[in-house]
């Protein structure tokens, strides 16, 4: 299977770094230095697993490709790239649909563990494939053979990340979750980010699947500890 990954970025040095790296973790690169290209490139390239988009860029951002990218397409791991610090840049890249983030400057080490666990999730890895089956917890079936949600009979789109959210939950119904066994699970052991981003995918789905997000019924906060889907 072929170990696509985009990368976005217009400034070369930048570009050639994560390309260096990322070919000698094994990975096949596909190059783009504007949001115009990598939309381009990745409708030729469907095997594509996991796109780096970086943020600031002349004519379409990252923002708006990772937008676009969502929009038909679910699956595809996702990290923005970022040389800024500031909260709302994480924020926004992971509320329009961003999987991860990671601020410049980075260690090959923490960019390629990231794309590795994208990899894994986007279904590039060895992992054995999960029993065939379903999870039903009315308005909602989670089916584990296809990875996909219903609520009330309606497909819910949902990013692999989300996937592995709501599995989790549906699986611990009633259980209080702390954000750590959240992150550690969802991201992996190894991950380098931040609980933050726990935080922002709950809101994420909370969008899709809450009847009214600003009082969630389904996805409940423990204050001071995590979360618990409430049933």
């Known amino acids: 299977m072929a170990r696509k990954v985009l990368v976005l970025e217009d400034e070369s040095s930048i570009r050639g770094f994560i390309v260096i790296n990322l070919t000698r973790a094994g990975y096949e690169v596909i190059e783009a230095e504007s949001g115009e290209e ?32 969502r929009a038909t397409n679910t699956t595809i791991g996702i990290i923005m790239l970022t040389a800024r610090s500031q909260e709302m840049d994480k924020v926004t890249g992971l509320m329009t649909g961003a999987d991860d983030y990671v601020t ?46 219903e609520k009330n009979g309606e497909r819910v789109k949902l990013t692999q990340v989300e996937y592995a959210i709501m599995k989790m939950f549906m699986e611990n119904p009633g259980k209080a979750l702390s954000r750590e066994e959240i992150l550690d699970t969802v991201w992996g052991r190894d991950y ?20 009214n997000a600003q009082n969630p019924t389904y996805i409940t906060t423990v204050w001071g500890y995590g979360y618990k889907w409430g049933f």
């Open 38 to 69: 990598a939309l381009e490139l990745l409708q030729k390239n469907s095997d594509i697993r996991v796109a780096l988009l970086d943020i600031m860029l002349p004519g379409i951002d990252g923002f708006e490709v990772c937008r676009r990218i």
């Open 104 to 149: 410049k400057p980075f260690s090959p080490a923490e960019l390629t563990a990231r794309v590795d666990a994208l990899f894994r999730r986007a279904g590039g890895g060895l992992a054995a494939p999960e029993q065939a089956g379903e999870i039903v917890q009315p308005p909602f079936r989670l089916n584990t053979r296809n990875r996909t949600l």
């Open 192 to 211: 380098f980010g931040e609980l933050k981003i726990v935080d922002v995918n709950i809101r994420r789905l909370r969008l899709k699947i809450e009847d």
